[in-house]
């Protein structure tokens, strides 16, 4: 089953101010900083302690990975691309549960 979450950036809190350097490339001497308001990384953050509070396991190999144990050896499995997902499992009733406690969690 594909997903896609609505307003990615609108569900993770801004609990602390993030910061990026110019890259070296684009350098130009001034020093200055952006100030990253709606980063990715706190929606990953956000997305990722949803996970893991649910029984999601992430993988130790790819962190875009995740895994949950429905039954004894049944496993769904789920990618996780900023706000696009991909969860399968033999089970449509059970993807069908997944998708409505995220619904119930996050926009989709």
Known sequence: ????????FLNAPIDRPHYMKQPKYYDDGSGRVCL???????????????LQSGGWSKSQVDEA??????KHNDK????????????ANR????LAEL??????????
Do not use: I
């Open 1 to 8: 089953m594909q997903l896609d979450m609505t307003n990615v």
């Open 65 to 70: 990975f995740y895994f949950h144990e429905v």
């Open 99 to 108: 998708k409505t406690v995220r619904e119930n969690a996050f926009k989709l």
């Open 36 to 50: 990253l308001k709606k980063s990715p990384k706190l929606w990953y953050e956000e997305y990722d302690g949803f």
């Open 76 to 87: 769904c499995y789920m990618l996780v691309y900023v706000d696009d997902l991909l969860a």
């Open 91 to 94: 089970s449509k009733a059970h």
